[in-house]
């Protein structure tokens, strides 16, 4: 079955950057996103990686994909206060249960100064 | 603007008073969706909609109801709220079902059932 997994909490200091990690079950899985959550808002789609991809950046943020050991991370360089946020990934799976996202637990990202 | 509206924002109740949340999109989307987000769990899938008069249950359907009569339109019913739904809801659309693709997603709505 589909399994997402991500630690609950980060904290980083303004300017470092910072690396959140997420595990996943379903090989089967082409596209893994990143959202954003900021608080009160809904989900803001960061970016999202292919599954025969390796590595996307795209300004500040890196995706490594590393398909063997279904482990994928975001790192954002030169984190700032605005980074702030809990970070979702999810895998997309069609199926018969249409273009369903299976999301991990959300890291809760602290950005300290 | 293309955007998944959804209403209302906040909406605090008491059990077995039925309610709706309604879910609106405007970008002619076929494939429709509700999650609910709870504290550990990040977002479940309770019911989806590959198209107009055409829905199923996702992952924690139970309590819940949905219809799809229009194709923009997409409310997410509660028959006989029970605290346990207290949660944030999320509607998410995307331009089709059959095919992997951004999905994009309302505000949401955080229900709290006394």
């Known amino acids: 079955g589909e399994d997402v997994e991500q630690s609950l909490f980060l904290s980083v200091r303004e300017g470092d950057s910072s690396v959140i990690n997420c595990t996943y079950t379903d090989s089967s899985s082409t596209y893994l996103y990143w959202y954003k959550q900021e608080p009160g808002a809904g989900l803001q789609l960061l970016t999202y990686i292919f599954s025969n991809m390796d590595m996307k950046q795209d300004q500040r943020l890196t995706v490594l994909l590393n398909k063997k050991d279904k482990h994928l991370s975001l790192r954002i360089a030169d984190t700032q206060t605005g980074d702030s946020a809990i970070y979702f990934c999810?895998?997309?799976?069609?199926?018969?249960?249409?273009?369903?996202?299976?999301f991990g637990t959300g890291t809760q990202l602290k950005v300290e100064l | 603007e293309a955007q998944v509206t959804q209403n209302p924002r906040y909406l605090i109740t008491v059990t077995g008073k039925k309610l709706t949340v309604t879910c609106s999109q405007n970008?002619?989307?076929?494939?429709m969706s509700w999650y609910r987000q709870d504290p550990g769990l990040g977002l479940r899938q309770i019911y989806y909609s590959m198209n107009v008069e055409v829905t199923d249950k996702g992952d924690v359907p139970e309590g819940y109801k949905v219809s799809r009569k229009e194709k923009r339109n997409f409310p997410l019913i509660l028959e006989s709220p029970s605290p346990n739904q207290t949660s944030l809801y999320f509607c998410?659309?995307?331009?089709?079902?059959?095919?992997?693709?951004?999905?994009?997603f309302g505000p949401g709505t955080r229900l709290t059932v006394l």
């Open positions: 998410a659309s995307s331009r089709s079902g059959r095919a992997q693709g951004e999905q994009f």
């Open positions: 970008m002619n989307h076929e494939y």
């Open positions: 999810a895998e997309s799976q069609v199926t018969g249960g249409g273009n369903k996202l299976t």
